[in-house]
């Protein structure tokens, strides 16, 4: 027993150490995190958060480009793959086991290779700097894995609940809508927490596609600060950022910590 | 009806996945860069030839299979102790399982950021400990020999979780009724981890492994933002080096190349893997009597 609550701490201090350091570091002062062992008068402090929130533009501004970019890619990932989950799960053909297949090969694909292109596409459209259009590559990036996780609940529900509906006289909308989607609810919303998660992560193509400072997502901005200077890089005001780039997403985690794992974990199973 | 189901799914990843694809074949037989004036012209597969010859590149591969290699099987070693673990019956186990959960959800770019800190020198923490100590200063980012090191460490903290959890799906999966079984027949605890966890989560231990083996080898923000791709470019992944020639070299066409060439070498690599495993499992399921 003891051992076991030795393991666990080191495994929850392994996880969280990172973590609490850079709450630390995002509130000591400079003189604090070069000498921290000395005895200073002036520790702590909340320039670093002051400083950060006074950018130009301010870092919430970053935090919410990346929700609404997340919230756009979850919303087009579920009406397109709503649709064809359906249509994948009721057939039972051999070219469906084969889509299945290659639905799976591309969610393993390193998508990072594909910048390239997509950066083509960008440009031959004029879809730079615009957070809609960055959702459209993220949607497509996202399908295989919604597609894999939808069908394999549609696949759940018995045909036979379907087809009394169907006597009835409800069209495939209605099926939708008042049947078949209550019950994929569970499904729907790991699938989208999956895809809000990505989304949100995203870091080589709106690396990219976005190059005006107001429309940054978190990772990029992240990044910029990162690069801006090379030898006096402000820790600091680092940390602070991300402590704040952090939090959504902790909050996301601890709510919704049993959809995640679901959904993982459904997506092993199946997928 | 079933194809309008499917197609815009369809069509938004085949414009997505497929075309670059393409896209990527035809460039890599052009010169198409800043030197030709952003015209493709035909050169005979001299981007070829130059990718066989780079030097850059196949340090690039050397580095990125190692940096795949050593954080994948390190991930699945603490991942199946950590599944172990977290499959126990312990008090706030959800609130447990969101916290190991949290790194893996964190966005890559901001975290590598943090490591940077973290290994800074002179002043992060582990230099502040070994000066403490009175030892020398390590200058774990500048120093080639041990940089990609700390890369492993910083991706073995992001991405173990997410394996754990598949692992412990698996470990959920498996009735207890098996283990009493062996129990009775008078098997300990060892024989039942040989002989019952093993065999049964394999098949979750491949699919992980898989998936985070290709990740892996197309890492690009960690080590983007940890350590730039240095020192010495001693860090720096394959697609780090395809980035580089598209967007700071301009060299569209060789940039493509390197894609298909390491993609290439990907999918090989991925085919022999898959033969070993399933070699290694008919192996083990013949020794099941």
């Given amino acids: 027993m003891r051992r076991k609550s030795a393991l666990l701490t080191i495994i929850l201090m392994w996880s969280l150490l990172p973590l609490i350091f850079q709450l630390y570091t995002s509130l000591s002062t400079p003189e604090a995190l070069i000498r921290p062992f000395s005895s200073i008068s002036e520790r702590w402090t909340l320039e670093n958060y002051r400083q950060i929130l006074n950018l130009n533009p301010p870092f919430w501004v970053y935090l919410f480009n990346s929700t609404i970019l997340g919230l756009i890619t979850t919303f087009l990932t579920l009406i397109i793959s709503i649709p064809a989950s359906y249509a994948l799960a009721r057939s039972k053909t051999k070219t469906t086991e084969g889509i299945r297949l290659i639905l799976f090969g591309v969610a393993l694909f390193p998508y990072v290779l594909l910048f390239l292109s997509l950066l083509q596409i960008a ?100 990044a910029r600060i990162a690069g801006s200077s090379v030898y006096s890089i402000p820790y600091g005001l680092y940390a602070a950022a991300t402590v704040m780039g952090s939090v959504p997403l902790l909050i996301l985690v601890l709510i919704y910590q049993r959809k995640i794992v679901s959904g993982l974990t459904q997506g092993a199973i199946k997928g | ?128 400990i070994t000066s403490l100590l009175g030892l020398e200063p390590i200058n774990i980012l500048s120093t080639p020999e041990i940089t990609w090191m700390a890369t492993v460490i910083a991706d073995v903290w992001k991405t173990t979780p997410f394996i754990a959890l598949i692992i412990l799906a698996g470990l959920q999966s498996i009735p207890y009724d098996l283990y009493e079984a062996l129990r009775l027949e008078g098997g300990n605890q060892y024989s039942a981890f040989i002989k019952i966890t093993i065999p049964l989560i394999s098949p979750y231990i491949f699919l992980s492994l898989v998936f985070r083996l290709a990740q892996a080898f197309g890492v690009f923000d960690l080590i983007q933002v940890m350590t730039g791709g240095g020192p010495a470019s001693s860090t720096e992944s394959i697609a780090m080096y395809a980035y580089i020639n598209a967007m700071r070299f301009l060299d569209f066409g060789y940039s493509a190349t390197i894609m298909i060439g390491s993609f290439l070498l990907l999918s090989t690599s991925c085919f022999l893997a898959y033969l070993i495993i399933n070699q290694t499992k008919s192996l083990i399921s013949n020794q099941k009597p």
């Fill in chain 1, 123 to 222: 440009r031959e459209f004029n879809l730079g700097n615009n957070l809609f259009a960055l959702s459209i590559p993220y949607t497509a990036l996202s399908l295989p894995l919604a597609i894999l996780l939808l069908s394999a609940a549609f696949k759940e529900i018995s045909t036979e609940l379907e087809e009394a509906s169907i006597l009835e006289g409800f069209n495939l909308f209605q099926r939708l809508k008042l049947i078949l989607l209550p019950i994929l609810w569970p499904a729907i919303a790991s699938t989208s927490i999956l895809v809000f998660i990505f989304s949100w992560n995203e870091f080589p193509i709106a690396l990219t596609w976005i190059s005006n400072s107001n429309l940054l997502t978190l990772p990029v901005a992240m």
């Fill in chain 2, 1 to 128: 009806m079933t194809l309008i189901l499917i197609l815009p799914a369809a069509l938004l990843i085949s414009l997505v996945f497929l075309f670059p694809l393409v896209h990527y074949l035809w460039l890599s037989s052009k010169a198409f860069s800043v030197m030709t004036g952003l015209v493709a012209i035909n050169n005979n597969g001299a981007n070829w030839i130059r990718l066989l010859n780079d030097q850059r590149f196949w340090q690039d591969i050397y580095q990125t299979t190692r940096f795949a290699i050593t954080s994948v099987s390190l991930e699945l070693l603490l991942a199946i102790i950590i599944a172990i673990i977290l499959d126990q019956r312990i008090k706030g186990r959800g609130l447990i399982r969101a916290i190991t959960l949290l790194p893996w959800a964190l966005p890559t770019a901001v975290m590598a950021l943090g490591w940077r800190w973290i290994f800074n020198s002179p002043y992060g923490p582990i230099e502040q």
